[in-house]
Every structure is written in C-alpha cells, then in structure tokens.
C-alpha cells in the first residue's frame, strides 16, 4: 500500500531561510494552547502566530514574499507581546486584557532574525515589531 501525500506552496516555502531583515507580515492566526506539562512548573498557555511575509519594510523587495512565520507568545512572560500591540496602536496598560486574536488580518513589521535549531538554520522572531512605514511598499522582483 502506498501512501501518497502532496504539498501546498506554503508547505514548500516553510522551511526556506530568510536573510535577517524587517518585514511586512500580514498576521493570519494566532491561537491558544496549554504549553507542554511539566509536574515541577505552573501550568501555562502558549499563543503561537503565524505570519506570511509580504515584502521587505525596509527596501520594499518581494524576494521572501509568501514565507510562512511563525513565533509564540506564551502566559509567563506576557511582556514580550507588548511590542507586539503597540505596533497595532494600543496602549497597553496594566491589568487590562488585550484580545490577541484581533491581530489576525492585520499587517505589522517584524524583525525576523535567523538561529541555529538541531544543527539547521532556522528564522526566528526576537520579539521586535514596529508600526509598518507607509513609504514602504512592495516593490516587484
């Protein structure tokens, strides 16, 4: 028996390496999980997010355009997604509750940096995120 499979773009485009750069990320999900148990920690929530690159939000270049990103955002250290609002224009304050979902759609930029993950180059999101500039727009390759 055979078990065929078959891959969308996305699926190919997952994988690839982008240059370190600011970019133009439209925001197509965020979820909510329970992080992975451990008996000897506190129970928490994971938000990952998951972007598609739109172009450069420095130089306007498409060469990475479609690239699936994806970060995470977890309950214990909630600070990390200030930034991440603010670039939408909230004012974050303390002891209010923000709705991350109402991201989704949404485009911001996003400093996308590359690490090293099981001996392979992966891209990373530090958690550096800005207004988009409106001087910036994609530019054709």
Request: no cysteine; hydrophobic share 35%.
């Amino acid at each position: 028996m055979s078990t065929a499979v078959s891959y969308s773009e996305r699926d190919l485009l997952r994988g690839r390496t982008v240059t370190p750069a600011w970019y133009r990320i439209r925001i197509d999900s965020v979820g909510e999980a329970p992080a992975k148990a451990d008996p000897n920690k506190t129970p928490s929530t994971n938000y990952p997010v998951e972007g598609t690159i739109l172009f450069d939000g420095e130089t306007g270049s498409t060469e990475f355009a479609n690239t699936p990103i994806d970060w995470n955002f977890n309950s214990k250290a909630m600070g990390f997604s200030v930034g991440f609002l603010q670039a939408f224009g909230v004012d974050v304050k303390a002891g209010v509750r923000y709705d991350l979902k109402s991201a989704e759609g949404k485009e911001l930029d996003v400093f996308v940096e590359n690490d090293t993950y099981q001996g392979r180059t992966v891209n990373r999101v530090n958690h550096k995120y800005r207004t988009p500039r409106a001087e910036v727009t994609a530019v054709s390759q």
